[in-house]
């Protein structure tokens, strides 16, 4: 492993829950090879902390600002995408409202969304299921709102799982007795073909105890300095295939993304969809430092939103904002600084701002 992280994870003295709870979950995506491993980042605010856990054949490393899992403030589910709120803004349908059943369970989906790049997707179901209710308001006592949740997603006809080399994000939220998920997830590559009929599947829904974990992460950190790996087995699942046959197309619309301003960042290239853009670019990042993103929208700093962020090497980047095709106003600007080995910004680096035209 690099020595750049190997002093990372030495001098971590605190590891979030909610990255703890995310890492825990997706170590069995990766096995199922799910979810592709490579470096990635979630970039949500200005301070970086790092959490490890080293799966039996796979370590993944999630360099985060904020605790992964989206906050459903105002706007609910996959609403609170900008991305997906523009669309909708746009008057283009997302709502649905199909049905499929499994074991006496069952489950409506109520949105969907996709483009080459992205899907989104909200869901629901009865809880009528006592030790459920118990787990469920344990993770929201402890502000956790991440979803332990499997999927597959098929075009009509086909037996290839195209839910492979993606990012996906799972939040709930639970009010009465009914249970409200959403699903944002994003592929490396536009991996969804044009004009497909798609099939969307859950496969399983997972909770752990909150309690059983604390008490594992408390035995995992009790030497700060020399953390172990832990994993905590699922206390409910439901397992299953409940299969919808989408009713709506992937998104076509794209838009020309023009740089209003720049400095000291270079070969900046975007594509825009009607979910998202996804923007190279190059900034001069001396190793062993790494690169530190903050993002604006007209002005404001996002600090709940999806942004996925990749260094592909020493100085070029990739991000992918939630700047619809469709948005034709908003302004997002990207700073970059540079931070050293243990996560404190040393230097400003540069920064550009974009708008689709």
């Known amino acids: 492993m690099d020595k750049k992280i190997i002093d990372k994870i030495k001098n971590e003295r605190k590891i979030p829950d909610e990255i703890l709870i995310k890492l825990e979950s997706s170590r069995e995506d990766i096995l199922n090879k799910k979810i592709k491993q490579e470096k990635n980042f979630k970039v949500l605010s200005k301070n970086s902390v790092i959490a490890v856990l080293v799966a039996a054949i796979a370590i993944l490393i999630i360099i985060t600002k904020t605790p992964i899992g989206i906050a459903l403030e105002d706007a609910l589910g996959i609403g609170r995408d900008s991305g997906v709120e523009t669309v909708e803004k746009n008057a283009i349908p997302t709502k649905l409202n199909l049905t499929s059943t499994q074991n006496n369970r069952e489950i409506k989906l109520t949105k969907f969304v996709s483009t080459k790049k992205k899907f989104a997707f909200d869901y629901q179901f009865k809880v009528d299921d006592e030790k459920l209710k118990m787990l469920l308001k344990k993770n929201i006592a402890a502000k956790s709102d991440h979803q332990d949740i499997q999927l597959g997603l098929f075009v009509k006809g086909s037996t ?183 996560g404190t910004i040393v230097k400003e680096v540069g920064y550009f701002e974009v708008q689709n035209k």
Do not use: C
């Not at 496969?203 to 994993?231: C, Q, T």
């Not at 020309?256 to 975007?270: C, E, G, M, Q, Y």
């Open 160 to 342: 290839k799982d195209l839910f492979q080399g993606v990012h996906s994000y799972s939040t709930f939220r639970f009010e009465g007795d009914i249970f409200y998920g959403s699903v944002i997830s994003t592929f490396d590559t536009e991996s969804i073909p044009e004009n497909a009929e798609l099939n969307l599947h859950i496969y399983r829904l997972a909770w752990m105890d909150r309690d059983e974990y604390e008490a594992a992460k408390s035995r995992a950190l009790a030497d700060s300095d020399n953390p172990i790996p832990f994993s905590v087995a699922p206390s409910l699942e439901y397992t299953g295939d409940w299969s919808f046959d989408i009713d709506y197309l992937p998104l076509n619309q794209t838009a020309d993304t023009k740089v209003l301003a720049s400095n000291n960042v270079t070969n900046i290239v975007s594509k825009s969809d009607a979910l998202q853009t996804t923007i190279t670019f190059n900034a001069p990042i001396e190793y062993p430092n790494s690169p530190e993103i903050t993002v604006y929208k007209n002005g404001v700093e996002i600090s709940n939103s999806n942004i996925n962020f990749k260094q592909l090497d020493q100085e070029k980047l990739e991000i992918e904002l939630d700047l619809s095709a469709l948005d034709k106003i908003s302004t997002y600007k990207v700073k970059i600084d540079e931070s050293d080995i243990y």
